[in-house]
C-alpha cells in the first residue's frame, strides 16, 4: 500500500511540476491574476513547432498527474480490495 | 565481512536464529497467536532488531551512550545536507524554467490597491477580517459593542492565549499521534486553521465566493480534525494498541 501511496504521489508532484512551469510560460498573464495557470493559451501559443509540443505536453502533463494519482491511490487499491473480496467470498464456499 | 567466515553465519531473513531475552520470552499460546500476518511480521521485526542491537553491544568496542539517537556526522549530516540540496536544486529549477516576472517599479506616493504582510502573518491579517462574527447587540440597538477592528485586535489575543494554554492542558509526552488522537486531531485543527485564516487574508485574491470563503474558513478546521481524529481512532486499531501498548509507551532511558 506504501509502494503505491508514493507512485502517485511521484507521479502528481512530479507531473504536476512540469505542468507548472509550462503553464506558467503558456497559461499566465500575470503572476498577480487569480486565473494564472488556468487561462486560455496565450497568443502565439500555436506558433511554431516547439510552442506546439510544449502546449501539447502541458495537458499530457496535467492529466498524467490527475489519472496517475486516481489510479495508483484509488482504482489500484480499490482492484485489491476487490480482488481479496471475491477470493474470501470463494473460499467461504 | 571477512573472508575467513565460515558461510552459513550470513544474516537469514527467515526469522530463525532470533532468541527472546529470558524475562520477555513468550509463552507457547502467545507465539500461536501472532503466528501470521502483520503480527508475525512486527514479531520478527522487532525480535531481530533487538538482537543486531545485542550484538552490537557485544562487539570489543562498542561504546555505551546514554542518549538514543543517531551520531551528527555521518547520518544526520548527509540526511540534512540532501534535504537541502533538494530544496536549493527546486529553487534553481524553478528559477531558471519558469518566465521572469518584473513589475512595475514601486511608486512610494500610492498606496497600492491590495496591501498584504508577508504570508507567514496572513494569518493574523485574516483575524482582522471577522466583521460579520461581530455580534450586534439588541440591548445597544443593534450597534456593535466595540469596532470591528478592536475585534480583529482581541481575536489576535484569543488564538495566541489559545496556543499559550496548550502546553498547559497538555504535556506532550505522545511520541506518535496515535497515542493521543484527540490532541492530534487539535493540531490538525490549528494547521488547517491556520491556512483558512490565511487564505480569508487574501480574500481579494480568492477565485471564490467570498461567503463561501468565509464559512470554510471555519467550517474545514473542524471537518480535518474530524478526520484526523477518526482515522487516528482506527488506526489505533491496526497497530493492535491495546496490545501493544507497552511498546507504544516505550521512552528512551534517562
Known sequence: ?93 | MSDNEPENEEIRSDGAGIVAPDDETPTWSERKARKTGLSRLTYEYFERARREDQDLRTESDYVERDVLAFPTWPHETVRNLSIASFFVGMILFLSATMPPHIGNPANPSSTPAIILPDWYLYWSFGLLKLNPLNPELAILGGQKLMADRTYGVLANGVVVGFIAIVPFLNKGSARRPVEQPFWSAVGVFGVVFAMTISLLAIKNLMPMNVDLLFDLTFLLPFVFGTITYAILKTMREGYMYNLNRRYYRLRPPK
Open chain 1, 1 to 93: 500500500m506504501a509502494d503505491e501511496f508514493i507512485k502517485g504521489l511521484g507521479i502528481l508532484t512530479g507531473s504536476g511540476l512540469a505542468w507548472l512551469v509550462l503553464a506558467s510560460w503558456y497559461r499566465t498573464s500575470s503572476f498577480e491574476s487569480t486565473q494564472q495557470l488556468i487561462e486560455p493559451l496565450s497568443s502565439g501559443a500555436t506558433e511554431g513547432l516547439f510552442n506546439i509540443i510544449a502546449v501539447t505536453l502541458m495537458d499530457v502533463f496535467l492529466w498524467f498527474a490527475l489519472l496517475g494519482a486516481l489510479t495508483f491511490w484509488v482504482l489500484i487499491p480499490a482492484g485489491h480490495q476487490i480482488m481479496s473480496a471475491l477470493e474470501e467470498r470463494r473460499n467461504a464456499q
